[in-house]
Nanobody, 121 residues
């Protein structure tokens, strides 16, 4: 069982930055690939970024490449999402998740409760 708690969301103007954090419980945190997903109002939840257990391999959705950076600190059981050059279309609830591959796509196995990110124009 893994418990995840996100923080760091908020309101920011277009072009601004936010850093999301996710605290994970569990003694074998470093064995899990971790990811960030988001869900905008009226839309399905979508993959944003993933980092492997060791932190050396990352994957990103095309719409965030070059703007967002995922990282992790296995000593602190933390995962981060640095978001730069935010745009109004990035407005969504952002979820941290233990990330697996299902049907050829990244999805979550355990989920946090989410943190709201709102980008004003």
């Amino acid at each position: 069982q893994v418990q995840l708690v996100e923080s760091g969301g908020g309101l920011v103007q277009a072009g601004g930055s936010l850093r999301l954090s996710c605290t994970a419980s569990g003694r074998i945190f470093s064995s899990y690939a971790m990811g960030w997903f988001r869900q905008a109002p009226g839309k399905e939840r979508e993959f944003v970024a993933r980092v492997n257990g060791g932190g050396g391999v990352t994957s990103y959705a095309d719409f965030v490449k070059g703007r967002f950076t995922i990282s992790r600190d296995n000593l602190k059981n933390m995962v981060y999402l640095q978001m730069n050059s935010l745009q109004p279309e990035d407005t969504a609830v952002y979820y941290c998740a233990v990330t697996i591959v299902r049907g050829g796509s990244f999805t979550g196995d355990y989920w946090g409760q989410g943190t709201q990110v709102t980008v004003s124009s």
